[in-house]
Every structure is written in C-alpha cells, then in structure tokens.
C-alpha cells in the first residue's frame, strides 16, 4: 500500500468517526431522513477524499514519478501469457506493463516480451529471475536497449 492510499484510507476512517459522533450526539432528535443523511454523507466523503487526494501530489513528494526500467524477457514458454509473466515478475516488486511479441503473419508468440517495472524492483527482478528456470525454460532477464531511430539523408552530414 503506497502513501497515497494510506492517506485516503486514514481520511475516509476520520470522516467515518466524525460521521458517527455528529450524527450519534448532535442530529439523534432532529427530523432529517436518514437516506439524505447517507447521500449527503458520500457526497462529503467523496469531495474529502478528492481533496485528500489531490494535496497529495504536491511538494516534493516522489510516488508520482518513478523512475522505470523496460526489462526484455527472453526464452519464454510460447504457452505463455501476459498475466502468467505479470504474476512471476510482480514475485518480485510492482510491475506498470508486461508486452508479449507475437509474429504478425501467424499471430502466435515470438518466446520473448518486456516488462516495465520501477527501477529498484526491475534490478531485484534481473538478479532472480535471469538464468532461472520458468515453466521448464531457462529465462534470460535483463534491461532492454532502446529502440534506435533509422538515420535518414540528413544525420550522415
């Protein structure tokens, strides 16, 4: 659970209490119907936790920018699927993406994809997982290279 989610559960939890003792001790002989009690509740509750959410994001906090690593997996079971690779690799820390390359003519798996997963856990993720055995094949893990751009007339000067 990152900061931002601990941070809208705790407000969620104090609006929750402070529901409950306003409506426990100061509207318990008041005439108000309890459905437009509940409705005006959610809608305060989702304005609070809007609030909560958006404050959240300034200053210098870092959980909205991440540094990520695009990973190549490569020697991949054909029978493998994006969620199959998505469970083995979030084993080992959070995981954004997961691309599995297919042939364009006959649409079946190439044995090779990339995982994009934050730069911390992609390392953990090329320490444990390279040379390691996956559905009785030998994976090969490491940091893909980017893809380069085709020179064209003009960059050969």
């Known amino acids: 659970m990152n900061i931002l989610d601990r941070k809208t559960l705790i407000t969620v ?29 959610i809608v305060i509750g989702g304005v609070a936790s809007a609030f909560a959410s958006s404050t959240g994001n300034t200053g210098s906090d870092n959980s909205t920018s991440v540094e990520t690593t695009t990973l190549y997996v490569g020697n991949l079971p054909y029978r493998a699927n994006e969620q199959v690779v998505r ?11 997961v691309r599995l390359l297919k042939d364009k003519n006959t649409g079946k798996r190439r044995g090779f994809g990339f995982v994009e997963m934050p730069e911390p856990d992609a390392l953990k993720a090329i320490n444990e997982l390279n040379e390691s055995e996956f559905q009785q094949r030998t994976l090969k893990v490491r940091e893909a290279k980017q893809k380069q751009e085709p020179l064209t007339t003009n960059d050969q000067d």
């Open 87 to 97: 469970d083995l690799f979030e084993e080992k820390g959070r995981v954004f993406s």
């Open 13 to 41: 939890l104090l609006l929750a209490i402070l529901s409950y003792a306003l409506g426990h001790f100061v509207l318990v002989n008041s005439q108000i119907d309890p459905a437009l009690l509940l409705a005006l509740g």
